[in-house]
Structure formats: structure tokens, C-alpha cells
């Protein structure tokens, strides 16, 4: 690869990387997907696929909790690092009881938040 291709496959690659606000609102609806994923298999009796998607919800928490800045973030991060380490614990229970009560919580607080993240970042480019 020459040197002007790499650097037209960077640039191309860089167009397609959206902003941090966009990232942060695709996380949040990946954790809502994914639970109802793992709500899915639960009905149908899949345990590989319920872990597999569980799995997939905890990550996103562990590197929203890995993102949280405490210096810039405040009480803010300091909360939200509480509220998502609950939201693993729920998902661990989940999995463990293989029920979609606790998914539902997960649902709806992630609901929440990705609601309340849309009016912060939509009031500052306002």
C-alpha cells in the first residue's frame, strides 16, 4: 500500500467515526438491544445465546464505567458509575436465574438515560 492510499483509508475512516455524544447515545441503545436479545433467548430457551448477549450488555457498561471522567465529571460520574455497576449486578442476576425480570430493569433505567443523554447533548448544540 502506498503512502496515499493509507492516507485516503485513514481519512475515509476517520469521516465515518461519529462524534463522542453520538457514540455515547449508540452505546446506551446497544445495551438496550442487547438485553432484549437476552430477553429473547430466555423464552426461547436459549442459554449459550442469553449468555452471549448478557455478556455483551456488561461489557458496555464495564467501558461506559472505564470512560467516566472524576475530574471533569464530578458527582455526575461518581453517580453514574454507581448506577452502572448496579445495572452489571442486574444482569448477573439475570443471567444467574435466568430470568427477565431484572433485564427489565436494566431496559428501562438505560431507557432512562439514553432519553436524558438526547436532551443534555441536544440542549448544547442548541
Known amino acids: 500500500m502506498t503512502a496515499a492510499a ?27 438491544r442487547f438485553c432484549s436479545m437476552a430477553k429473547k433467548s430466555i423464552e426461547q430457551g436459549d442459554i449459550e445465546k442469553r ?5 455483551r450488555a456488561v461489557a458496555i457498561f464495564v467501558e461506559l464505567i472505564n470512560s467516566l471522567d472524576a475530574e471533569r465529571g464530578g458527582e455526575v460520574s461518581h453517580y453514574l458509575g454507581g448506577l452502572y455497576n448496579q445495572q452489571i449486578k442486574f444482569l448477573n442476576e439475570s443471567n444467574a436465574q435466568n430470568s427477565c425480570e431484572y433485564l427489565d430493569v436494566v431496559i428501562n433505567v438505560t431507557k432512562e438515560l439514553l432519553e436524558a443523554w438526547r436532551e443534555v447533548t441536544a440542549n448544547e448544540l442548541a
Open 6 to 32: 493509507a492516507y485516503n483509508t485513514y481519512t475515509q475512516n476517520n469521516i465515518q467515526i461519529e462524534s463522542p455524544e453520538k457514540l455515547i447515545e449508540m452505546l446506551y441503545e446497544g445495551i438496550i
Open 51 to 55: 449468555v452471549y448477549w448478557t455478556n
